[in-house]
């Protein structure tokens, strides 16, 4: 596996106008002779399909949801990043670039990075135009808010529905182009396979979700938007059906998988209530502005809240970390919380949280104050676990939430296998080793607006693309590859539900490969996860048929491959041995217990190859430069 | 051409007209009411203005011109409206073709449920009550040209209370959301409409009925002789 | 708690339907849906079919789940999506009926899924701005009153669930309608193409077998996001304004 990353020369705010002059362009006669197939109706999937039909492109989207709107984009709530300077806080393209590779500590292609804050700003006035409903202040123009520790208020946000707003403004222009006949708009199925011919992505096999169908449908280039694999964690903040199916399909076609182990955990989310647990929900960063965190500083105390004196409360984040109390970054602030549970320190039933405390604020600022920057939150809150945060102080825990790996693609935003594009969560490719808050989003529109409508057309315009037949051999021998995995599930007949593996995969993934890894934990998962896929293959059960709607049948294919990638995750956090990002391995600590990264032996990308059904994945490395950033410690101290 | 055909072709611009038709409506009953107020003026006063009625215009219109006019105009929104209100009835009836097995008091006005057969019974009790006072047709003492005393005796027997007892009901139903209604259907809730409305709907409602059901009460308590 | 549930199964469109009633222990903990989850854990266990039923984010934004529990959707619970509702509501005891969402705009695919791609439809027709990727003007050269971005943002928080035709005694689409048609209206961004926009949704949300408005203010009540009708006030009055316009 070749991994170039086709970075084009020249300084880097030049790059990728450079680039764009150099690629080579479809004309506008010849484009309309392409067909291309997006997977995934989410900000990525939806930008790219409606920007690929408005120049010209026959696009065809597939989403397993029953209506494009759907995609889990819709569930973000902060906000999205650009670096407009409307605040005039000396924010700046270079300072967007700067904070984005600092914050994924060092771990991401600068050129990339560079690009995405270059077009942040094309981001925003596009989706003006289409109608986004962003915050305003009272002269009219754009509001904007600080977001995730940023030093400058940089975030634009539609209250706290913004990812609902942006995949809106992207679904309405998608629906458009369905409408003009540019878009064929295919919901309802599942991406299960991508199909080659001649070592180039020409199309893919899908099932249709009400009929049982399998498909073929061809095309001369395939992009997957498909979203991240946070549910291979079982729970997390992501919606019920996120998987990671399509890019796991595609690897196994070929196309590398890149830093797998770098998964974000998100420390205020409401905790879990009992093991009939579905998914977690995230409460907004913000809260941590004005409340305070906290344990008893006993162990296993199980007095309620109130009855806890304050000299018996242990405020801990604000103990260790003076400069910045409850405000430290995403992943100290997780990691505390679960060493405090460890300690035995938790509350609630289940001894995992710690209290999200705002009586201090609401006696500063007043119960109105409070109510009139939470209130909706609080809301859900009560709403959720029935206690009124107004009066008992909420219980947070981590989750998982969101992931920076995905298949690794070049700057061009194409995978090892020519043809086969990812964008979105899927790929891996802006955010490092962690992601700063409301920068997902950036990402998502950002790949599938500004960036691979271009760069698609320098591979149609070269790319030798000889008509394939319906029933050509590559195209029937994958179908015949889906229809017998299908089957093979269907089959299952033994003694447990798939839920209950796609359970244990969670634990063990969360326990070993979560917010803190080792290479003991990461060594007996990679031996428990094999023994759990092989009891899997052997012992679950699928009931119904595969003419109609059978949703366990779905969840079968998408537990089958997290079992398949989990195991991935776990080798990939036991070769890197540093601590980076969302990636903390105990033995890479200083001596405060924060994150030591190792730049000398791992300033790279890990790509990992799928090398057949039994063979050991095999490693693969792209280097990373940081010429524009120097590497730096960060300190929270 | 179009204008109007699109005007119809959708189930909102049905709507609209039902609107217009039922504002007009409203405000018949509204004069209709004052004007059988007279009957408390005496005998003389009622049959002039029911005169009046009918020599309105004169010289310049013949006599009942006007008053034909204005029939063949009530009817022809009747017509509209009625079949208005068919039509999308039919359209929402078959929207659901499979009803709910279990359905709890849904959360809406009663008078909102009751449109579709209080206005048939409204329907109804115009042609009886054209027959009745109108022509004569269904009233046992009918002396033409005595407006007073059709409207008087009229009132004296039980079952034909009973008649006006009941379409004052579903009129007044009727009036209460579709006032309320009217107002939403044409788009018209702007900040002091919105607040007025729904108030002005069930006042309109109140006093039609009530003063309506006064006359059969006056009769029978022998006010009106 | 101990429960009797009533749940609608219908193999398929064609198929005929009825209730199968099932006993189960929930925790008051739980969230309907995933007191659903357990009696489909159980089902599978035996070997039988799972209640089929839509969910995604289960944090009541993706309007993906929706059913009519004891003749209300989305439950008894104000401002809540099914996949919020806990519960808490219920006590030992209760009878619980679940239904599908009943409108022939959105038939039944199995139990209690339903079709509902008539509002992509709709939307398609007209409920989008066009603006070519990459032609759009600095973002903040038209100002937009901050009311009106407010307004706007009301009506843009539809999660197309599709309650509003369950609970709407004609199975009207008109709260759905109007709440897309608004958030477009509402802004400067959308005026060039307001009346064409206005003209075309509204004749495809006939095409799709929905019923007529008579302004129940059902859907309102059920509605999970507080769609107000005042929406509908103003679609009706910019469908006699596109008339107007069209000629
Ligand atoms: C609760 C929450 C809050 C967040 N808040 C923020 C925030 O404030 N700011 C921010 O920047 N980011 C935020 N994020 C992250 C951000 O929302 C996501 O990373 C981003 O939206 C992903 O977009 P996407 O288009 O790549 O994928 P998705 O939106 O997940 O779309 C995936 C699409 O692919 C389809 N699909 C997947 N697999 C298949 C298949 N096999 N066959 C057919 N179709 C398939 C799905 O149907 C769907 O349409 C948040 C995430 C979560 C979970
Ligand atoms: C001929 C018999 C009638 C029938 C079958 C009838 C039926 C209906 C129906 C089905 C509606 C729509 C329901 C709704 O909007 O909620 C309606 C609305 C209305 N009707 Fe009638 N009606 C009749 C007579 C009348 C009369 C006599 C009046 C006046 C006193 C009237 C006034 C109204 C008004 C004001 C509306 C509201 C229009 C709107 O909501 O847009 N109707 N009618
Ligand atoms: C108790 C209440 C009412 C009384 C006492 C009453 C009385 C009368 C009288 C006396 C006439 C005959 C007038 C004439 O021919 O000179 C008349 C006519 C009429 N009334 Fe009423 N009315 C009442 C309610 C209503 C209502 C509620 C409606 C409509 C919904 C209505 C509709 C009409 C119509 C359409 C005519 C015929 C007008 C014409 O064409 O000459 N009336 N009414
Ligand atoms: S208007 Fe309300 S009820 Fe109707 S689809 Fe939108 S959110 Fe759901
Ligand atoms: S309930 Fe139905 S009748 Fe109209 S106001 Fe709502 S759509
Ligand atoms: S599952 Fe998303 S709104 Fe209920």
């Known amino acids: 596996m070749e991994l170039r990353s086709k970075v084009p020369s020249g300084p880097i705010d030049q790059k990728w106008t450079k680039h764009k002059f150099d690629m080579k362009l479809v004309n506008p006669a010849n484009k309309r002779k392409y067909h291309v197939i997006v997977v995934g109706s989410g900000l990525a999937g939806a930008s790219a399909s409606a920007t690929l039909a408005e120049l010209g492109y026959h696009v065809s989207c597939f989403t397993y949801h029953d209506s494009p709107r759907r995609a889990h984009s819709i569930a973000a709530q902060g906000g999205i990043n650009a670096a407009k300077n409307y605040q005039g806080d000396g924010d700046s393209i270079f300072r967007l670039f700067y904070d984005t590779v600092k914050g994924g500590d060092f771990r991401a292609r600068e050129a990339n990075v560079y690009r995405l804050a270059e077009v942040s700003n094309e981001i925003i006035d596009q989706c003006v135009a289409q109608g986004i409903p962003f915050a305003r202040e009272y002269g009219g123009l754009l509001a904007n808010r600080s977001f995730g520790g940023a030093q400058v208020s940089r975030t634009f946000y539609a209250r706290g529905q913004t990812g609902q707003q942006l995949l809106l403004g992207a679904y309405q222009a998608l629906m458009k182009e369905v409408h003009s006949g540019q878009v064929k708009l295919y919901n309802q199925r599942e991406m299960l396979d991508v199909i080659l011919v001649d070592g180039q992505a020409r199309g893919i096999v899908t099932r249709h979700l009400v009929t049982g169908k399998i498909e073929a449908h061809l095309a001369d280039a395939v992009a997957l938007g498909t979203g991240g694999y946070s549910n291979a964690f079982y729970l997390s903040t992501n919606a019920m059906y996120c998987?990671?199916?399509?890019?796991?399909?595609?690897?196994?076609?070929?196309?590398?998988?890149?830093?797998?182990?770098?998964?974000?955990?998100?420390?205020?989310?409401?905790?879990?209530?009992?093991?009939?647990?579905?998914?977690?929900?995230?409460?907004?960063?913000?809260?941590?502005?004005?409340?305070?965190?906290?344990?008893?500083?006993?162990?296993?105390?199980?007095?309620?809240?109130?009855?806890?004196?304050?000299?018996?409360?242990?405020?801990?984040?604000?103990?260790?970390?003076?400069?910045?109390?409850?405000?430290?970054?995403?992943?100290?602030?997780?990691?505390?919380?679960?060493?405090?549970?460890?300690?035995?320190?938790?509350?609630?039933?289940?001894?995992?949280?710690?209290?999200?405390?705002?009586?201090?604020?609401?006696?500063?600022?007043?119960?109105?104050?409070?109510?009139?920057?939470?209130?909706?939150?609080?809301e859900m809150y009560e709403r959720i676990t029935g206690e009124n945060p107004y009066k008992v102080p909420m219980r947070i825990y981590p989750a998982p939430h969101y992931t920076m790996g995905g298949?690794?693609?070049?700057?061009?935003?194409?995978?090892?296998?020519?043809?086969?594009?990812?964008?979105?969560?899927?790929?891996?490719?802006?955010?490092?080793?962690?992601?700063?808050?409301?920068?997902?989003?950036?990402?998502?529109?950002?790949?599938?607006?500004?960036?691979?409508?271009?760069?698609?057309?320098?591979?149609?315009?070269?790319?030798?693309?000889?008509?394939?037949?319906?029933?050509?051999?590559?195209?029937?021998?994958?179908?015949?590859?889906?229809?017998?995995?299908?089957?093979?599930?269907?089959?299952?007949?033994?003694?447990?539900?798939?839920?209950?593996?796609?359970?244990?995969?969670?634990?063990?993934?969360?326990?070993?490969?979560?917010?803190?890894?080792?290479?003991?934990?990461?060594?007996?998962?990679?031996?428990?996860?094999?023994?759990?896929?092989?009891?899997?293959?052997?012992?679950?059960?699928?009931?119904?048929?595969?003419?109609?709607?059978?949703?366990?049948?779905?969840?079968?294919?998408?537990?089958?491959?997290?079992?398949?990638?989990?195991?991935?995750?776990?080798?990939?956090?036991?070769?890197?041995?540093?601590?980076?990002?969302?990636?903390?391995?105990?033995?890479?600590?200083?001596?405060e217990g924060e994150a030591r990264r190792d730049d000398e032996n791992f300033t790279h990308v890990t790509v990992w190859e799928h090398t057949g059904a039994d063979g050991p994945p095999r490693e693969h490395r792209e280097p990373l430069e940081f010429e524009y950033v120097p590497p730096s410690q960060r300190s929270y101290k | 051409m179009r204008r109007v055909y699109s005007l119809y072709g959708t189930s909102v611009g049905k709507k609209y007209t039902m609107a217009v038709s039922g504002a007009i409506f409203v405000l018949f009953v509204i004069v209709h009411m004052f004007g059988n107020l007279k009957v408390y003026l005496g005998a003389e006063a009622f049959n002039h203005y029911a005169e009046g009625l009918r020599s309105f215009g004169e010289p310049f219109l013949g006599y009942e011109w006007f008053l034909w006019v204005f029939r063949v105009g009530l009817l022809a929104f009747l017509l509209i409206h009625t079949v208005a209100a068919w039509q999308t009835s039919r359209q929402s009836w078959a929207a659901r073709g499979d009803k709910y097995k279990k359905q709890e008091k849904m959360v809406f006005h009663y008078a909102s449920r009751t449109m579709r057969w209080g206005g048939v019974a409204l329907l109804l009790f115009v042609v009886y009550h054209i027959l009745h006072l109108t022509t004569g047709t269904l009233h046992p003492d009918f002396v033409p040209g005595d407006a007073y005393h059709n409207f008087v005796t009229g009132f004296r027997s039980i079952p034909v209370v009973a008649v006006y007892a009941v379409a004052m009901i579903a009129l007044g139903l009727h009036l209460y959301h579709g006032v309320w209604s009217a107002f939403q259907t044409m788009?018209?809730?702007?900040?002091?409409?919105?607040?007025?409305?729904?108030?002005?709907?069930?006042?309109?409602?109140?006093?039609?009925?009530?003063?309506?059901?006064?006359?059969?009460v006056a009769v029978f308590t022998g006010i009106l002789q | 708690m101990k429960l009797k549930l009533h749940v609608w199964r219908q193999a398929g469109p064609a198929a005929r339907g009825g209730f199968v009633t099932y006993e189960t222990d929930a925790s008051e903990h739980m969230s309907f849906l995933e007191m659903l989850d357990v009696v489909n854990e159980e089902l599978e266990e035996k070997g039988e079919d799972p209640i089929v039923f839509d969910s995604d984010c289960r944090e009541g934004i993706c309007g993906t789940c929706g059913m009519v529990i004891n003749g209300r959707p989305h439950g008894p619970w104000k401002r809540t999506t099914v996949c919020q509702l806990h519960m808490r509501e219920y006590k030992d005891g209760d009878e619980i009926w679940v239904e599908p969402w009943r409108a022939d705009g959105f038939p039944v695919q199995k139990d209690l899924m339903v079709d509902r791609s008539a509002f992509d439809r709709i939307v398609a027709a007209g409920g989008y701005i066009s603006v070519r990727t990459g032609s759009a003007p600095d973002a903040n050269a038209i100002p937009v009153q901050q009311v009106d971005a407010e307004k706007s943002m009301d009506a843009a928080a539809c999660i197309g669930c599709g309650a509003c035709v369950a609970a709407c005694p004609n199975a009207s689409a008109m709260l759905f309608t109007s709440a897309k048609a608004a958030h477009l209206n509402l802004l400067p961004q959308g005026q060039p193409e307001r009346w064409g926009r206005v003209l075309d949704m509204i004749l495809t949300m006939e095409a799709e077998k929905f019923g007529t408005c008579t302004n129940h203010g059902a859907c309102e009540n059920a509605c999970p996001k507080e769609i107000k009708i005042d929406v509908i006030a103003m679609l009706n009055r910019d469908y006699m304004k596109a008339l107007l316009k069209a000629g």
């Not at chain 1, 990638?565 to 903390?584: I, Q, Y």
């Open chain 1, 407 to 591: 298949l690794w693609v070049d700057y061009n935003l194409m995978t090892t296998v020519p043809g086969l594009y990812a964008i979105g969560e899927a790929n891996f490719s802006d955010h490092g080793a962690t992601r700063l808050g409301a920068s997902a989003l950036m990402q998502g529109v950002a790949d599938g607006y500004f960036v691979l409508p271009y760069t698609i057309a320098d591979y149609l315009a070269q790319a030798k693309l000889d008509p394939v037949a319906e029933d050509a051999p590559e195209v029937r021998g994958t179908l015949e590859d889906v229809e017998t995995r299908t089957n093979r599930l269907l089959a299952l007949d033994g003694d447990r539900t798939v839920n209950s593996f796609h359970k244990e995969l969670g634990r063990i993934v969360w326990d070993e490969c979560g917010m803190a890894r080792n290479a003991e934990g990461l060594k007996s998962a990679l031996e428990r996860i094999p023994a759990l896929r092989a009891e899997f293959w052997e012992n679950a059960k699928v009931v119904g048929n595969g003419e109609s709607i059978n949703q366990t049948l779905e969840r079968a294919g998408r537990v089958a491959d997290f079992l398949e990638l989990a195991e991935v995750m776990c080798l990939d956090a036991l070769v890197r041995e540093e601590s980076c990002g969302g990636h903390f391995r105990d033995e890479h600590q200083t001596p």
């Open chain 2, 187 to 216: 788009g018209l809730d702007g900040p002091r409409i919105k607040k007025w409305r729904e108030p002005a709907a069930l006042l309109v409602a109140l006093v039609v009925v009530l003063v309506n059901l006064s006359f059969p």
């Open chain 1, 243 to 378: 998987n990671v199916t399509a890019a796991w399909r595609a690897h196994r076609r070929g196309a590398g998988f890149a830093n797998p182990c770098y998964t974000q955990i998100h420390p205020t989310c409401i905790p879990v209530a009992g093991d009939y647990q579905s998914k977690l929900t995230l409460m907004s960063e913000s809260l941590r502005n004005d409340g305070r965190i906290w344990v008893s500083k006993t162990e296993g105390d199980d007095r309620v809240p109130g009855d806890i004196p304050e000299d018996e409360r242990d405020y801990y984040l604000e103990r260790m970390y003076p400069a910045f109390g409850n405000l430290v970054p995403r992943d100290l602030a997780s990691r505390r919380a679960k060493d405090m549970c460890d300690q035995g320190k938790g509350v609630g039933d289940t001894k995992l949280g710690v209290y999200l405390d705002f009586e201090d604020a609401i006696q500063r600022l007043g119960e109105d104050v409070i109510e009139a920057r939470y209130g909706n939150l609080f």
